[in-house]
């Protein structure tokens, strides 16, 4: 039987049903404003891999998944009084019911394509609030709750046990987590709302004994989980970020109204990250199931790479190890679409099968070891077993995994007359007439099909979504795989070098316009594409095609600022780099000029928008002729290739482009190297689209953060600063 680490319990324990052959699970669901992020979703993944171990196994699971829908506020938010649906509906015009609505719809169809069972009931917290507010009386009854004002909270020192989960139970620590001040009616910090008073001209309220207001977050987790697997249930899932204070809560909810224990174990599942830290939106380095899509990605590639982990251990997601997994995920189709078109075995194998059967099981049932039963479902692939047999394992296995390899024959289906040109290749090669077998296996190809030689017979599958993507362009995932020619010498004079991400439209005026104005120079324009979606990725790879001198280069996705212009540093071949920002247009000559100023072997940047500060933390644009400054806007920024070898590179961690500039500037000052402005030079500023399209909180938000990283490497070094300023 499944055994799994129980957070209350902290050891293993072996799932044992309280009612036999049949266990109740709850999952926290998703909160409904937006997409759920890859992240959130490898949290449903683990629930989805208990509940098919468990049903692998003869347990039948009763499975309740909730909705977070339209007017609960998470505690953080509560205090601080936004609701994110009313918040995302306002921005859209539409009913918050709306847009609950539609991102249930997106969030189920995603299950859907991860091949996640879907759960026995749905419940929407919107539909349950009678059920939280008879939970509240009875808290209140029982004196584990105190109504002040409108507003009714959890007694937290009236519950002992309190803490036992997260282990979170001193005031310190709780002091510690909560970030904001302390709301004055509460008898004390650690107490929790369980309702609250609606404020004046709020839509979404409720009645209650105490007015008109809304529930807490984690009431509704009580209420729902308790109204429909009982008072006493087998296992509650989440993310370890729900651990406290929202399964502490609940804890401290339902077993004060249950009077007792109420689940049996608790599971949660550790953190997707993607750049070492904690996937989540506000952290800006969320990505959902669309994205992956759109790289033409199986989903199930997702699946398969959160099988390479423990649901216990963090896991960093990458581009690079998504496209490892949709490989491997590939391979693994393949061979069991192989195996499928063997001939059917009379006999023999089922001793086998029950063998390997029981190892997985083993490691299934070892806390959840999916990179373990993936290790072995390879094993058994690789292993000298009749393909038919391989084949009966692994679909076996496949309940448990859910790769959908059942279904692989039918999505490599193809015509009879494919088949019918595959058959006419074939004869071609038995006649040993090479040349016309290969001229009619390009056919194939065009036509968007894979030849597979197996077992003495050829096949034609179609290609999937990421093998055609893989064919129109390859695409990078970081700037590390891309070489370094910084120590190569100078093939040309100039590399242009723009980073397009969207706005074709400003990609097309900028490249046209720097282009135009070459003159006699040999110029060469490196574009990184970075993950556009709006056809400017079409549109450069057709320019690149006719224009010899563009060479572009895409991404799988959208790259921080700092690294899609390393790819662009690490492979200029030019004696001077010119980076442009897609917002500019060059309106004259622009290289010649850059050129005489940079011929000053002192001088290390050059460009038209200079900054100069007297503090390095506030920022000026002198008016006025050619002259130092202390640091050079991205604009345009110009600079000698040779210097590369000494300044570096840029920083990745500046995802965002604002003050990645004025860091880069200070790299060249270090070195020595001075910064010189000419006003004069033909560039002239357009719309700053990728600024405009962000509102004002987002700005700041991310400037702040890049500003921080500035400081914090060149805040005390005002000997860097130009003399005019000092
Ligand atoms: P939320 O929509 O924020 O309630 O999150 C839904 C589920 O995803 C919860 O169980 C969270 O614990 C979980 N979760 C949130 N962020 C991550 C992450 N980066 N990796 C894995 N699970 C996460
Ligand atoms: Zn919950």
């Not at 859209?92 to 249930?104: C, F, K, L, S, V």
């Not at 996640?116 to 009386?137: F, R």
């Amino acid at each position: 039987m499944l055994r799994i680490y129980d957070t209350l319990a902290k050891r293993l324990s072996t799932i044992q049903p309280l009612e036999p052959g049949r266990v109740g699970m709850y999952t926290c669901g998703p909160t409904v404003y937006r997409d759920a992020h890859v992240g959130n979703l490898r949290s449903y993944m683990m629930a989805d891999w208990i509940r098919r171990a468990l049903e692998f196994q003869g347990v039948s699971v009763h499975h309740v998944k909730n909705i977070t829908d339209v007017g609960h506020m998470r505690q953080e938010a509560l205090e601080r009084g936004g609701d994110k649906v009313i918040a995302e509906a306002r921005a859209h015009g539409m009913a918050p019911q709306e847009i609950a609505r539609h991102y249930t719809d997106r969030f189920l169809s995603h299950e859907r394509s991860l091949n996640i069972l879907p759960a026995d009931q749905y419940p929407k917290a919107t539909d349950h609030v009678p059920d939280m507010i008879a939970i509240i009386q009875d808290l209140l009854r029982a004196g584990h709750a105190y109504a002040v004002a409108g507003n009714v909270y959890y007694d937290v020192s009236s519950f002992e046990e309190y803490g036992k989960l997260s282990g979170n139970t001193g005031d310190q620590g709780l002091r510690e987590a909560v970030r904001i001040e302390p709301d004055p009616l509460k008898k004390d910090p650690r107490d929790f709302t369980l309702w609250k008073l609606g404020e004046p001209g709020r839509d979404l309220v409720w009645d209650s004994p105490w007015g008109k207001g809304f529930p807490g977050w984690h009431i509704e987790c009580s209420a729902m989980s308790l109204k429909y697997l009982g008072a006493r249930f087998d296992i509650h899932t989440g993310g370890v970020d729900n651990i406290f204070p929202h399964h502490e809560d609940e804890i401290a909810q339902s077993e004060g109204f249950a009077r007792g224990p109420v689940v049996t174990t608790w599971v949660h599942g550790q953190h997707l990250l993607a750049d070492g830290v904690k996937m989540a939106k506000s952290a800006g380095n969320s990505f959902t199931l669309a994205d992956v899509e759109s790289q033409g990605i199986d989903p199930l590639a997702l699946r398969y790479l959160c099988m390479t982990a423990r649901y216990s251990a963090r896991l960093d997601f990458t581009f690079t190890s998504l496209k490892a997994a949709q490989r491997g995920l590939l391979r693994l189709q393949n061979s069991v679409w192989e195996w499928g078109r063997l001939p059917e075995a009379n006999s023999g194998g089922e001793s086998a099968i029950l063998e390997w059967e029981a190892r997985f099981l083993d490691r299934v049932n070892d806390n959840l070891d999916m990179p373990g039963a993936l290790a072995l479902s390879w094993k058994v692939a690789r292993a000298a077993l009749p393909g038919r047999v391989k084949l009966a394992a692994l679909l076996r296995f496949d309940r448990v995994l859910g790769l959908g390899l059942a279904d692989v024959a039918g999505r490599y289906e193809v015509t009879e007359e494919t088949i019918a040109s595959v058959e006419h290749r074939s004869a071609h090669r038995r006649n040993r007439e090479y040349d016309e077998a290969d001229a009619h296996r390009i056919e194939i190809e065009r036509e968007g099909f894979v030849l597979q030689d197996a077992t003495g017979e050829t096949r034609a599958r179609p290609k999937t979504a990421w093998e055609r993507r893989e064919d129109a362009w390859p695409s990078i995932s970081s700037s590390s795989e891309v070489e370094s020619l910084i120590d190569r010498a100078d093939e040309v004079d100039f590399t242009i070098a723009i980073v397009a991400s969207n706005y074709l439209d400003d990609a097309r005026r900028c490249l046209k316009s720097a282009l135009r104005w070459v003159g006699n120079s040999a110029v060469e324009a490196v574009v990184v594409d970075n993950c556009s979606t709006d056809g400017a990725s079409e549109w450069l790879e057709e320019r690149a095609k006719t224009d010899a001198r563009l060479r572009v280069i895409h991404t799988d996705h959208a790259l921080g600022e700092g690294a899609a212009r390393n790819i662009i540093l690490r492979q200029a071949r030019g004696r001077i780099v010119v980076m442009l920002d897609t917002s500019v247009e060059v309106t004259g000559d622009l290289c010649g000029p850059i050129a005489s100023i940079l011929a000053d072997e002192s001088i290390g940047v050059a460009g038209p928008f200079g900054l100069t500060t007297s503090d390095i933390r506030t920022f000026h644009e002198p008016r006025g002729r050619t002259g130092d400054v202390d640091a050079m806007q991205a604009y345009c920024f110009a600079f000698r290739r040779s210097c590369l070898a000494d300044v570096g590179l840029m920083r990745e961690s500046f995802r965002f482009y604002r003050n990645l500039d004025i860091d880069y500037s200070f790299h060249f000052k270090d070195k020595g190297y001075r910064i010189v402005a000419d006003p004069g030079l033909p560039v002239r500023l357009r719309e700053h689209r990728v600024w405009s399209a962000l509102d004002e909180d987002e700005r700041d938000e991310l400037s702040r953060k890049n500003f921080t990283r500035f400081l914090a490497r060149w805040g005390k070094r005002l000997d860097l600063l130009t003399s005019s300023e000092r």
